[in-house]
């Protein structure tokens, strides 16, 4: 008989399957009872039928997938570099981090999208602009997350290494690296998420390649089964870049409570 970890294991792959069967069995009805127009809710089939055209396209992939992809990885690279940087320093330096708080907090509560015609502007319509977006927008999860975790080490563990005359490089490698990784994960798995957003909303306002781009030209055309079909593949995309990250976590912490069975739903 399966145990209760074998049961949680192999449930999102059942759960997951049923739950879409029944996403879809209500939007075909939807549209069949409520009459629904087609510019507004395209029928499942109809989706289904752009998506197949849409992926067999050479373009999709060598031109607007690739663009956004390589965007939104590059972003969140930006982010995950000066997030750990940024979040560490301050995390330790105490005067540092109540110097730096106010604008921190001003930054951090300024709509990031407003900013985005200012990086047009000075940047252009290129992948640099979109670039600086994604990192933008991912780099505060991860530099919080950065800070929260050197900040949650116990001072009761430091005074252990200081009686070991544990000296700062093995004090940061033996304790404060261990215990800082999961909350560095927990930020990547959001700012993750916000790269590939930056990037898409970058899309948005300029260029001429990218999937955030193609949503406008299919949106502009009035092309609804194609703009879902572009939007399954944004969704797609975000979802290879999560769980890429979420791999990660668990090749490097595997000993960690959050990638144990019971938190695989």
Not at 43 to 56: F, K, N, T
Not at 150 to 158: A, I, K
Request: net charge neutral.
């Amino acid at each position: 008989m399966p145990t209760r970890e074998q049961l949680l294991k192999v449930l999102p792959w059942i759960s997951t399957p049923l739950l879409l069967i029944v996403v879809i069995a209500l939007w075909k009805l939807a549209t069949v009872w409520f009459e629904i127009s087609r510019f507004v809710l395209p029928p499942p089939e109809d989706v289904v039928a752009a998506l197949v055209d849409v992926v067999s396209r050479p373009e999709t992939w060598t031109v607007h997938a690739h663009a956004t992809l390589l965007e939104a990885v590059a972003g969140f690279a930006i982010a995950l570099v000066s997030g750990v940087v940024v979040g560490a320093v301050l995390g330790r330096v105490l005067w540092l981090e109540r110097a730096l708080r106010p604008m921190v907090v001003a930054f951090q509560v300024v709509p990031k999208v407003a900013l985005i015609p200012i990086f047009v502007i000075w940047f252009g319509f290129g992948m640099t602009s979109k670039v600086i977006i994604a990192a933008i927008l991912a780099f505060f999860p991860i530099m919080l997350n950065v800070m929260l975790g050197v900040r949650s080490v116990d001072p009761g563990h430091r005074d252990v290494m200081r009686s070991l005359n544990a000296g700062r490089w093995a004090t940061f490698w033996s304790l404060e690296f261990h215990n800082t990784l999961p909350y560095v994960f927990a930020g990547m798995e959001v700012g993750i998420v916000f790269a590939v957003i930056g990037a898409i909303v970058g899309e948005y306002l300029g260029g001429s390649e990218g999937l955030g781009y193609m949503v406008v030209v299919t949106l502009n055309a009035l092309n609804a089964p194609e703009l879902f079909a572009v939007i399954i593949l944004l969704a797609g995309l975000g979802y290879l870049l999560f769980f890429a990250v979420n791999g990660a976590k668990r090749l490097m912490i595997p000993w960690h409570e959050s990638v144990s069975p019971k938190d695989i739903i």
